[in-house]
């Protein structure tokens, strides 16, 4: 062999263990929160239902409470019914960073969420008109006002979140009291 070919090799061989480590090593690009919102719409818009954004972080034991009572085998079907439920990261530490959705932090500003803790959650119809927010507030106050309910436990907070839910899904009285009885154990 000659010189020329083995230094070639040896250049292929480095060039393709470094592709390989970069690959390997790459952290994935997390979807943009327009794109998640997009599918949601569309799969809401074909089943008939609401959205139901929940912002979240890997971090949030709340956010874990929320998504444990949303999945629940006593109430899960009933959620299924009437949402399509989805989720966008904010509020990563900085190690996480990759995980949050670009464009959640802004759309969360935009409706009225940042400052309020998470998890925050909004319910949009299948054509991304704002339904409700996870925020209690007296009736007729402004959007950027009231306080994030986020995961409710409390009976006023498990009242609030029962009563969105009756304004934005198909739920019958009955339903709702399962879903009322299973939120409330996250007060203990």
């Not at 327009?34 to 074909?46: C, F, G, H, N, Y």
């Not at 009933?78 to 959705?101: A, P, Q, R, T």
């Not at 759309?107 to 008109?129: A, H, M, S």
């Amino acid at each position: 062999m000659d010189k020329p070919y083995k230094m070639k090799q040896v250049i292929l061989c480095l060039t393709m263990t470094f592709l390989s480590s970069a690959m390997i090593n790459a952290q994935p690009t997390a979807q943009t929160a327009d794109e998640i919102l997009r599918t949601a719409s569309e799969k809401a818009a074909k089943e008939d239902k609401n959205v139901f954004v929940m912002f979240h972080a890997s971090w949030c034991g709340w956010c874990h409470k929320m998504d444990y009572s949303l999945n629940d085998p006593a109430c899960k079907k009933f959620f299924d019914d009437n949402y399509v439920i989805c989720h966008l990261v904010v509020d990563e530490s900085k190690d996480k960073k990759n995980l949050e959705n670009p464009g959640a932090a802004e759309l969360r500003t935009k409706y009225y969420g940042d400052g309020q803790g998470i998890p925050f959650w909004l319910v949009f119809d299948k054509d991304g008109k704002l339904l409700a927010d996870s925020k209690k507030r007296k009736e007729g106050a402004a959007a950027d006002t009231g306080d994030n309910i986020g995961c409710p436990a409390t009976e006023e907070e498990v009242t609030n979140f029962v009563s969105i839910l009756k304004m934005t899904s198909r739920l019958k009285d009955d339903q709702l009291a399962i879903i009322q009885k299973r939120f409330r154990e996250n007060d203990k």
